[in-house]
């Protein structure tokens, strides 16, 4: 049953672009077989190394469907970096068998995960967060819940939601900056509104993608990220992909 659902989805991705899977190759990390689902987002191999599957964020859907699509498998792993993180974890994109596309392609895809914006490379994460699209357009897993994107409106909804990896969208009313921090201002009230806050570190990525902060003023923007604040709620933001632009018409929760 489970290699069944994975060829039914893994086919629904191809045929519908072919993009979600090239991007996203890397250079080999070995292969293994799954020998246990750790948690929503780590498996370990027969050979005992334990493996993270980078580029997502797990909803409450992910672990149920990762042991679905993986226990007792052979993958195969990729990625830029195969050190281990200070958990002993290797960071890794998963691939069953010879197929192109990866595992949290297919997880995003069913709405069975969010995209964590870690991966830097601009076309691998313009292909995941293709997949993420795809699951949001359709309503698919946790995106069918009217709740799943907060909005930046509602700011203690928001708030609610401290220490979780949380998808917001609104209107930036104001970009200020304060000593190193800028701040992308959702609401009137500084103190109580909801703000993504940028360091001065963050910039240069920032530069270098063509975005200036200030222009973001006045625009719709999603952001995502670890919800933090103890009066008004914020997200620190450290990488470019955690920032997307919206359409002007584009309806709340989809970006094609």
Known sequence: MAQRRFLIVAFLLVA????????CQFESQGEGRVA???DARSVRLDDGREIRLIGIEPTATT???LASLLAGRDVALRGSDDTPDRYGRQGALVFLGENDTSVQAILL??????????ITDKDCAAALMASEAAARRQKKGSWADPSAIKNAESPDDILAGIGRFVVVEGKVLSVKQAGAMTYLNFGRNWTRGFAAAISKRALPAFENAGITLKSLENKRIRVRGWV?????PRIDIRLVGQVELLGANEPTGVRP
Not at 16 to 23: G, H, I, K, L, S
Not at 111 to 118: I, P, R, T
Not at 228 to 232: D, I, L, Y
């Open 16 to 23: 519908a672009d072919a993009a979600f899977a090239a991007p």
């Open 36 to 38: 246990a689902i750790v």
């Open 63 to 65: 672990k149920h469907a």
């Open 109 to 118: 895809a069913e709405g069975d995960a969010m995209v964590s914006a870690e």
């Open 228 to 232: 933090e604040g103890t009066t008004g």
